[in-house]
Every structure is written in C-alpha cells, then in structure tokens.
C-alpha cells in the first residue's frame, strides 16, 4: 500500500474535518439561536449548548494534535500524563465508554504516543454501543510494548480497517477513514515493530505493538 506524503497529509486533514464537523455545527447553531433567542431561561441554555460544543472542538483538537500533528513543544519523548489526558477528553463525553488508563511510565517516545492514541481511537470507535477501552503501555528496556483492548456488546471493526493495519499491498485503497489505522501501520514499520490484531472472530478486539528501543 503507496501513498504520496501530500495526499496521506490530505486524509489527515479530511478526517480532522470530519470529526470537528459535527461540534463547530454546534456552536454555529448555539449563535443562530442565541441572536434570536430573548427569554433569559433560553439564552442560557443556549449558552450551555456553546460551551459543550467549544469543549468538544477543543478536546478534539488537542487529540489529533497529538495522534496526527507533529505535537510542537515536546521532545523526543513525550508525557504520558499527556496522551492520557488527550483520551479522556476525546471519549470523556460517551456515557458508555469506561476508559481503562494502565500506563505507569511517565513518559514514552513520541511515535510511541502517537501509535497508543490512534489504536486508542480504533478501539474506541470499534465499541459502537459502549464497553470497555484498556490502554497500556510499559519500557521493558529493550522494546516499548503497547496494548489496547476493547470489550463490549457490539465491536465492529471492518476489513477496510483491518486492511490498512496488516498492509495489504495496493489491493484497497487508502480513505480518511482509514487514516489512523495506515498511520499506525507507517509507524510501527518505521519503528522496525510489530503490529498485532486479534482475529475477526474473537470476542473482544485487541491490538498489540511492540516497538525496539532506540
């Protein structure tokens, strides 16, 4: 599977968009009706639907700034504390989403947080009804090994997506949607790791990569 660096920068891009669609749509209605809205009861109602919406925006953004961007202002290495905050803020709003949070090292190699957030986001996305999301991560001294585990009533994660993390050649092509999975894929590759999928079959939907030291 080829891709040109612009285009794969492109699909980021779209699915940035995409997700930040549906909160600035909020906002943009919040101020419709605020300007129209006289009754104070209103009004702040309005104002409530605003800053859950500017919430969102910005809990999105600082999760992708993360798992796709550059991530400006760290180091090599990078805070877990960090990426465990960009995760709570992305799914801190689904009520049946429990996010398990199993990181002890204070800090891992910024391709290693970007791998972690993006399987994180796979994971999360594949708990259409909700469940459990466990995130971890663990130096061993010669590798850095990650886990991310998703269990709940309905997983869903289809052969697109599966398609991109086993990297099979040129016979599907690359969508927004599939931008995260095919960034984890680059990474862990580029990282000279290994990248482990359970099975369609398996009752809960695991992912696992290991990524040598150095």
């Known amino acids: 599977m080829t891709i040109s660096p612009t285009e794969f920068a492109s699909l980021l891009c779209s699915r940035l968009c995409h997700d930040l669609l549906s909160p600035v749509g909020a906002l943009n ?8 809205e006289h009754d104070p009861e209103m009004r702040a109602r309005c104002l409530e639907l605003l800053s859950d919406s500017a919430k969102a925006s910005a809990n999105k953004l600082k999760f992708f700034r993360l798992a796709f961007g550059a991530a400006g202002g760290f180091g090599e290495t990078v805070d877990t504390r960090e990426a465990k905050a960009a995760i709570e803020g992305l799914f801190g709003d689904n009520q049946r989403l429990n996010v398990g949070w ?3 090292a204070p800090e891992l190699p910024k391709h290693a947080i970007k791998i ?12 259409v009804r909700g469940g459990q999301l466990d995130i971890g991560a663990e130096n061993t001294g010669t590798a850095t090994e990650i886990g991310v585990r998703a269990d709940g009533p309905r997983i869903i994660l289809d052969d697109e997506l599966r398609g991109a993390l086993a990297d099979q050649g040129n016979a599907m092509q690359v969508t927004p949607r599939v931008a995260a999975a095919f960034l984890v894929r680059q990474l862990v590759e580029q990282a000279g790791g ?7 079959d398996a009752e809960v939907l695991v992912f696992g990569a290991s990524l040598p030291a150095g």
Do not use: I, K, R
Request: net charge negative; glycine share 10%.
């Open 194 to 200: 290994t990248l482990m999928v359970s099975p369609p």
């Open 29 to 36: 209605n919040g101020l419709e009706l605020l300007a129209d």
């Open 102 to 104: 199993l990181v002890e």
């Open 116 to 127: 972690l957030l993006n399987l994180a986001l796979l994971g999360g996305d594949a708990l």
